[in-house]
């Protein structure tokens, strides 16, 4: 047992560090500090800044443009990232349809997709949630029918995460109406700019459009879209979700954040003196740090463990991330509730120009607040998790 | 980075979990309780002759150079077992104390009788009104002639009873918060002017409320710097809080086994009632939390090493937190998923409940320990 980084891990964070330091764009970091939206144009620009050093798509396996890195390189990366900040790959091509594509599709698929999900040629958005199918993903009804050389699609998809930006989606569909829920599931990729594709936004309660719902109205496909065999497309959703273990504690935005409030709160003045001197305030903040810390280290372990003994069976402490993390990002979003006050209230009325630096940092606090319910919502809701670990890791 | 455990320490921990399953099931620990002193000499003569009572000393000590890895795995399968024997008090602290200050005519005097099961210490170092701070020291340690008069009282010291020596802290100069002017003290139990008032504790444990009226050292007591020790107190505390934590960890996994094994056997409406959600999510929520505390615990086992003495405890007191919003957790739900059968001495749970509850309120709660992090500019 050994738990430092080597001297190799230190380094490779350093130059990871560097290159965030002199390529991100400075005003889409001022943006995310912020907690605001970046623009499509902004997203894409770093995104190809990232794909030509070579690292886009750094997980994939080398021959589809991988970088070949640890676990450990892939957690460092990962973090830097995420605490520097700089926008995050693009999951819905990166990690999610892309891993699916190279691993299920055909060599004429990979050719076709791969090299332009790494450039984000191509922006692809995930066709799984329907209004009556949340948590209960394989009760979906929209509907793939083969007429000849195509399929047709007819149904509906909701929370399709910006799907007003997207050229691609990948959809689940069901094939077979006859066999048992799960058995009769397809994964069809088509574009988005077909006829008979509607995409309706969604405003959510921090008034932000980030997702959609989306109609397919006799959507004509080219057969040649499925990905992998008719009917096994609950399988590859299930290995594309199983994917992206270690992601979603999303330690660096947490961490990124409370340097934030810890920032503020030596700046935002209660009772005459910074709230960071209010010893209430300073020991919820140090409870956050601490129980992140706690969570960093468990990452740390489902990481040492993947790459010590490969992805196939998880460390049961991978469950504990997604609960965790959510939690943490939303108590996060709470502590600067708590250090904004009064001047939460107020509506963007500044806009996102950074004219205004006095205000420009409250803006998008209570907005942020709200959004963050969704964390323990998405990605399968915290109860469908302590369902998991009852069951998988328990045995109840 | 490397989680995984080492050959050598695999072995040892097949070792120790070998020799607690053989000799100290539940029915075997109830006998442990009632022997002189209220545990077993035959037990720790068996930890003694497996060398894990020389775990931590150096091999020029006749020790096995072990670190904090080892002692971690001591102290979590201890913890399992729910363990009386006194391996806190003698190897981590009265054994820290001597690794760390002690002299070499020390060392010779006392490792020995530790690492063959001989001899057992005891700290004393609580007194009636210091609480958790450690500087904060009301006993006193006058110089006369070479050597030192100790006049104090000194309260739940535990193993406080049985204990050959004492490691005694007291002040020898300034007021008593004041952070320079403590030292600490070889004492032996049976040196004159020691009294002591002995107690089974709430988890079973034996403890001593110790009175020293005149008590006459030798220039030879003082382990490291009469005057200035409290850096030395610090460090061997630390350990300490470190190795209750990964006692910790251990009794939470025994906790959360037996507690899941109960739900899933106690039968109710013609079910077991582990098929509920309501339980299940609260078994979940045990599980993360004991997973939160033992990453927690190998952190502070990482944190031991860590030179900078802040850094140091700053770390080890926020997994000491960690630690204690866990174990206030799973010790609290695994009564309370029981049922009534949780509420009884005959079950083991509650024993296990207990012991947990302890080590929140040893060497600092949880409060305390964030205050303490907060105040150092907390985490990041």
């Not at chain 2, 102290?75 to 806190?88: F, I, N, Q, R």
Request: hydrophobic share 40%; aromatic share 8%; proline share 3%.
């Amino acid at each position: 047992m050994d738990l430092a980084f080597t001297k190799e891990e230190q380094a490779f964070r350093e130059e990871v560090r560097s290159f965030f330091r002199d390529n991100v764009p400075p005003d889409t970091r001022r943006k995310l500090v912020e907690g605001r939206h970046l623009t499509k144009d902004e997203m894409v620009t770093w995104w190809r800044i990232l794909n030509k050093k070579g690292w886009g798509v750094s997980h994939w396996p080398t021959q589809y443009g991988g970088t070949g890195w640890t676990s450990v390189q892939h957690y460092i990366f990962n973090e830097e990232l995420q605490s520097y900040p700089a926008p995050q790959p693009l999951a819905f091509g990166v990690s999610m349809v892309g891993p699916v594509i190279y691993t299920f599709g055909n060599e004429e698929q990979k050719k076709k997709y791969l090299p332009r999900i790494a450039n984000v040629d191509d922006w692809w958005c995930q066709g799984f949630s329907e209004p009556g199918s949340g948590s209960d993903l394989a009760s979906l009804k929209t509907k793939a029918e083969r007429r000849g050389d195509k399929w047709i699609i007819n149904g509906q998809k909701t929370w399709t995460t910006l799907a007003q930006h997207a050229d691609m989606i990948f959809c689940l569909c069901r094939t077979d109406n006859n066999a048992k829920k799960q058995m009769g599931i397809s994964f069809i990729v088509f574009s988005m700019k077909s006829k008979g594709v509607t995409v309706r936004p969604i405003q959510t309660i921090d008034g932000g459009h980030e997702v959609n719902e989306v109609f397919f109205d006799d959507v004509e496909v080219p057969i040649e879209n499925l990905i992998g065999e008719e009917n096994k497309g609950w399988d590859y959703a299930k290995f594309l979700l199983g994917n992206e273990r270690t992601g979603i504690a999303r330690v660096g935005v947490s961490k990124e954040r409370l340097r934030r409030i810890r920032d503020l709160a030596g700046k935002v003045e209660s009772a005459g003196k910074p709230i960071i001197q209010d010893a209430a305030f300073r020991e919820k903040l140090a409870a956050c740090e601490i129980e992140l810390k706690a969570l960093e280290l468990t990452q740390l372990r489902v990481v040492a463990d993947e790459g010590k003994h490969g992805k196939g069976k998880p460390n049961p402490a991978s469950s504990v991330l997604k609960i965790k993390g959510s939690e943490i990002q939303q108590t996060t979003t709470e502590l600067l509730m708590e250090v904004i006050g009064p001047f939460a209230a107020p509506y963007d009325v500044h806009g996102d120009d950074g004219s205004n630096e006095a205000m420009d940092w409250t803006a998008q606090i209570a907005p942020s607040y709200f959004n963050n319910r969704k964390v323990s919502i998405y990605g399968g809701s915290n109860e469908i998790q302590r369902n998991i670990i009852a069951k998988a890791v328990l045995g109840l | 980075m490397d989680f995984d455990l080492s050959e050598e320490q695999r072995l040892l921990k097949e070792s120790i979990d070998g020799l607690l399953t053989d000799s100290y099931d539940f029915e075997q620990r109830k006998k442990y309780m009632k022997e002189k002193g209220g545990w077993s000499r035959a037990v720790w003569l068996k930890l003694a002759e497996q060398g894990l009572l020389g775990l931590p000393f150096s091999e020029a000590d006749g020790g096995f150079g072990g670190g904090g890895v080892e002692t971690m795995i001591v102290m979590e399968a201890l913890g399992k077992a729910l363990v009386l024997e006194p391996y806190l008090a003698t190897v981590v602290i009265g054994g820290g104390f001597l690794r760390h200050a002690g002299t070499d005519a020390q060392k010779a005097a006392h490792i020995p009788g530790i690492i063959d099961g001989s001899k057992t210490l005891a700290f004393a170092q609580l007194e009636k009104n210091s609480r958790y701070d450690l500087f904060d020291v009301a006993t006193t340690a006058k110089k006369k002639g070479d050597g030192w008069v100790i006049d104090g009282e000194k309260f739940v010291v535990l193993n406080g009873e049985n204990a050959d020596t004492l490691v005694v802290t007291a002040r020898t100069k300034g007021d008593r918060r004041d952070k320079t002017g403590i030292g600490v003290f070889l004492v032996p139990a049976n040196a004159r002017g020691v009294t002591k008032k002995s107690y089974p504790t709430q988890d079973g444990l034996h403890a001593a409320d110790i009175t020293l009226t005149g008590v006459e050292v030798g220039a030879d007591a003082a382990i490291g710097n009469p005057e200035d020790s409290l850096a030395l107190i610090e460090r061997v505390v630390d350990e300490a809080r470190v190795a209750l934590c990964a006692e910790a960890v251990g009794l939470m996994d025994e906790s959360l086994k037996t507690t899941v094994e109960y739900i899933k056997t106690r039968k109710q409406f013609g079910v077991a009632i582990g098929s509920f959600q309501s339980l299940q999510h609260r078994a979940s929520d045990m599980f993360v939390a004991t997973e939160q505390a033992r990453s927690m615990s190998m952190f502070a086992t990482m944190a031991n090493d860590f030179e900078n003495a802040k850094e140091r405890s700053n770390a080890i007191a926020a997994a000491k937190v960690q630690i204690g919003k866990s174990l206030k957790f799973v010790g609290q739900q695994s009564i309370q998923l029981h049922g009534g059968i949780g509420m009884t001495m005959e079950a083991k749970i509650g024993h296990y409940f207990k012991r947990l509850t302890m080590i929140e309120n040893t060497f600092g709660d949880t409060d305390y320990h964030q205050r303490r992090v907060a105040d150092a500019g907390g985490l990041v």
